[in-house]
């Protein structure tokens, strides 16, 4: 199984886009700053992830993935909306569900 990630550093309010044949492991080595581009934070979290699964050699799945990876940095509008999505879906969560249904337009919060 080969995996396209998005983690989410809060403290950084940053996004890393990666891909990986062990996501565990590679999200231990992202929190524990062994990858030059995540070491800045360590309050990642894994905020989406897709599985790429191929009845195929291991070498085309990853590939696979890699492509996805590359496809999703070209493009701009994919990836931004995507980011999106992850944002707002960690707004909500974070805000509780009490709180995110009381802010409708014409209410203020105090």
Known sequence: MFYVHL???AKRD?????????????FGEHKAGLNR???RA???????YEDRLLRSVSEARHETAKRREARLERSGK????LKLRIRESL???????????DRSP???RP
């Open 7 to 9: 983690l989410y550093s």
């Open 14 to 26: 940053e996004f890393y886009l990666g891909s990986t044949d062990d996501l565990k492991r590679r």
């Open 37 to 39: 581009s995540t070491k």
């Open 42 to 48: 360590d309050d990642w979290i894994i905020a989406y």
């Open 78 to 81: 994919a990836y931004q909306s």
């Open 91 to 101: 707004r909500t969560d974070l805000l509780g569900e009490g709180e995110a249904l």
């Open 106 to 108: 014409g209410k203020r």
